[in-house]
């Protein structure tokens, strides 16, 4: 009830459901990061095709994704460059700098799945644009509304039908 008032202004994590999203071409993320010699990334690359293949739960690359939900780093992501570099040199610079500029790639059907942030832009006008559970569940989206606005921005986060929100404001 109180997320379908106009005038909220909503910064939702969002759990992607089980839907396969629609083919949506790759997208790039951009991440800058400073570490002390202490802080360790908390991040596991494959040193052939920089592929992130884990993020633990402590560390500098973890405190990003909290702090930046939209750009957030996920398991599965390529990166492009580290500090300008490509290649082993970007592998190197990942594991020895203390100050990291990176450029990732994710594919479009990691976008499909886990969780994502957006922002719900208030209105005095626009309703929330979907319904949901009790157990905030999407049932569905409508054609006008908040949500609706952030698909049309944001395909490769679009909230879609089967979704659930985790967290809110």
């Not at 790039?28 to 596991?44: D, P, W």
Request: net charge negative.
């Amino acid at each position: 009830e109180q997320l379908a008032r106009p005038g909220n202004v909503l910064d939702v994590i969002v759990e992607k459901g089980s839907g396969l999203a629609s083919w949506e071409p790759p997208v790039t993320i951009a991440v800058q990061m400073m570490r002390s010699e202490k802080e360790n990334l908390g991040m596991a690359v494959n040193k052939d095709s920089l592929e992130v293949l884990e993020i633990k739960s402590r560390g500098k690359l973890a405190a990003w994704n909290q702090a930046n939900p939209y750009q957030a780093v996920a398991v599965g992501d390529r990166i492009l460059e580290a500090n300008g570099l490509h290649g082993q040199d970007a592998f190197d610079i990942i594991s020895n700098s203390l100050i990291l500029d990176l450029v990732l790639l994710r594919q479009s059907w990691l976008a499909a799945f886990g969780t994502f942030g957006c922002f719900l832009e208030t209105s005095k006008e626009a309703p929330l644009g979907c319904s949901l559970s009790s157990e905030l569940e999407v049932l569905s989206i409508d054609a006008e509304g908040r949500v609706p606005r952030w698909n049309r921005s944001n395909p490769l986060r679009a909230v879609r039908k089967g979704d659930r929100f985790l967290q809110i404001n």
